[in-house]
């Protein structure tokens, strides 16, 4: 089955530094790439959506220029949290979709826990 | 736009009895839906899905759902309960068209008491 891996699974880091957290695609091509936080005993919120090749899309309230994402291939997407605050920890999760396999499939990697100190 | 609701946020059930977790939908258009669990510091574990066909969906794990188009709902069923289906769980819907990212429900965490 269609498998996606995120890197690191938790990080912490201290407050001012930058963050970069890797989305693979490891059987399948991520024509498009999902990434969600999760605060703890909460929902998945999503974050942004990007197309391989193309800017993200971010949700309402989240800041582009903090939490920059790239799609700059068909197996991975990067998130990086730009100058973390502690109100930044959270629960971040990536989940891709291939779109040539049709449209309702969405796999979730595993996770990346951000605790900023 | 898509949304769901999880009436309720703890769900506890003897170990053996039935258990059911509740779980509506709003979107425009047909929905795919979708059930996931997350134990504690893991990721989403997928367990089933309603695209079309039968409205009975059968899952991992011994979990079903049943779609029900005239009240927009999407329950998610076992008959038997084990302790280690203690966990939280996620209901999700998108619209069937177009490239759209899964819409979450609150959660609704489920106790499984032996």
Redesign the interface.
């Known amino acids: 089955g269609a498998v996606v891996s995120q890197h690191p699974s938790w990080v912490i880091c201290k407050s001012g530094t930058s963050v970069k957290i890797e989305c693979r695609s490891l059987d399948f091509q991520a024509t498009?790439m999902?990434w969600?936080r999760q605060f703890p005993k909460?929902?998945?919120m999503?974050m942004a959506?990007s197309?391989e090749g193309s800017k993200a899309t971010y949700e309402q309230g989240v800041e582009k220029d903090k939490f920059l994402i790239n799609h700059a291939s068909l197996t991975l997407s990067t998130l990086t949290v730009t100058s973390a605050h502690p109100e930044d920890s959270s629960f971040y999760?990536c989940?891709a979709?291939d779109?040539s396999q049709g449209?309702?499939e969405?796999y979730?990697?595993?996770?990346t826990?951000l605790t900023v100190t | 736009a898509q949304s769901v609701a999880q009436p309720e946020d703890q769900v506890n059930v003897a170990e053996g009895n039935p258990l059911t977790v509740k779980c509506t939908y709003s979107v425009s258009g047909n929905p795919?839906l979708f059930w996931?669990v997350q134990y504690p510091?893991?990721?989403?574990q997928?367990l089933l899905?309603y695209?079309t066909g039968d409205n009975l969906v059968k899952g991992s794990y011994g979990f079903e759902a049943e779609f029900n188009k005239s009240q927009t709902s999407f329950h998610l069923k076992k008959p038997s309960a084990l302790v280690s289906d203690s966990a939280l769980y996620?209901c999700a819907v998108?619209a069937?068209s177009?490239?759209t990212?899964?819409?979450?429900?609150?959660?609704t965490r489920l106790s499984v008491i032996a």
């Open positions: 498009t999902f969600y909460q929902s998945l999503l959506t197309n999760i989940s979709r779109l449209a309702y969405q979730f990697g595993p996770g826990r | 795919y996931y510091n893991r990721g989403l997928f899905k695209i996620f998108r069937n177009g490239n990212p899964l819409v979450f429900g609150k959660g």
